[in-house]
């Protein structure tokens, strides 16, 4: 899958949630590609012993011993905890807690990417080109006054450039 191919097989669905315009486009697709490792990964990788590190993160919602393994990023957008998987459940009606590894289909993948997208409000950073605020609401689930802290700032800002030229053009 390509961005141009999820742009189009997806248009209707980007839409609803606003994301129609060139430069919108482009922030959410930079985005997806970062997160999504060019669109090949739709769960985040490492150990079970990474994910342990999740494990009760209070911020993350996660109660429940194996929550950190069971919740971990997915999606194009690679939602985390119990938390997000339970808003996103309850905002689509589909039972993605008891059913997490849903979302490593594309079309879920992309459901949850527009849910995290809308429900963070990055349309608005995206009409102001506002890669750094995007990049933190996404990595670090706040705004900070640095610039660039957000993991793998540069990648997300080198692939807004590239996206910002497909979509402009296209």
Same mark, same amino acid.
């Given at each position: 899958? =390509? ?11 980007? !839409?609803?949630?606003?994301?129609? =315009? ?23 990788? #490492? @150990? ?10 209070? +911020? ?5 011993? !194996? ?5 971990? !990023? @997915? ?17 689509? #009606? ?10 490593? @289909?594309?079309?879920?993948?992309? =459901? ?23 990049? +933190? ?6 705004? =900070? ?9 540069? +990648? ?15």
């Amino acid at each position: 899958m =390509t961005a141009l191919e999820l742009s189009k097989n997806y248009r209707t669905l980007l !839409g609803k949630y606003g994301i129609n =315009t060139p430069l919108r486009l482009a922030h959410f697709f930079a985005q997806l590609a970062h997160e999504s490792a060019n669109f090949t990964r739709l769960k985040e990788i #490492g @150990r079970d012993s990474y994910f342990a590190r999740y494990e009760f993160r209070k +911020d993350l919602g996660n109660t429940q011993k !194996g929550d950190g393994l069971k919740y971990k !990023g @997915r999606g194009l957008i690679q939602i985390t905890g119990r938390y997000n998987y339970t808003a996103l459940s309850k905002a689509t #009606g589909i039972d993605y807690v008891n059913n997490p590894d849903w979302l490593e @289909r594309e079309a879920d993948a992309m =459901t949850s990417a527009l849910w995290f997208w809308n429900k963070s409000g990055l349309n608005k950073y995206a009409d102001q080109d506002n890669v750094d605020a995007i990049s +933190d609401l996404i990595n670090k689930g706040k705004l =900070t006054k640095a610039i660039g802290d957000a993991n793998g700032f540069s +990648d997300r800002a080198a692939k807004l450039k590239q996206y910002k030229i497909l979509f402009i053009a296209e």
